[in-house]
């Protein structure tokens, strides 16, 4: 009976990461200038550039997020549900995560591709800006 609920807890591990993973990239351009980005220095170029993928990587995080949520509320259902069958807990966790790392791959290829349009020093100063809002939220609760 245990293993059930330890994959429950790594499915729902997962979605918090990948909320997070999404939450800074889709704020970071909104917030960048409050939080120390303007550090980067950017040509116009390149601060164009970033805003196009930024953009791109947001609309495709969009429809993606929502399908996450729907999976998830599926999950919540099935788990509420009077004696879920193990065989469509097992189903859905599947669907979850899947859910999830394509989520994941998607913020990591946005994440890479905007690595490429920055300096070696730049590179520094945006992942350590990252680092900070993982950090950030790490210690607000993820519970209301």
């Keep these: 009976m245990r293993h059930p609920w330890l994959r429950i807890l790594l499915v729902v591990s997962l979605c918090m990461n990948a909320g997070v ?8 351009v ?4 409050a939080h120390g980005m303007q550090d980067l220095q950017l040509s116009a170029d390149a601060k164009a550039k970033m805003e196009s993928n930024f953009k791109a990587f947001r609309e495709r995080v969009g429809s993606m997020n ?15 549900s009077d004696s879920p069958p193990p065989d469509a807990v097992a189903a859905q966790e599947a669907k979850v995560v899947t859910a999830t790392q394509a989520m994941l791959k998607v913020t990591d290829e946005h994440l890479l591709d905007q690595k490429k ?7 520094r100063l945006f992942f350590d800006h ?9 210690k607000r609760s993820p519970f209301p």
Excluded: N, T
């Design 66 to 80: 929502g399908a996450l949520r729907d999976e998830r509320v599926k999950m919540l259902d099935l788990l509420a």
């Design 30 to 33: 909104q917030h960048r200038k």
């Design 21 to 28: 993973l999404v939450h800074i990239g889709v704020h970071w």
């Design 117 to 123: 349009l920055l300096s070696p020093e730049q590179q």
């Design 130 to 138: 990252i680092r900070r809002r993982i950090q950030d939220s790490d």
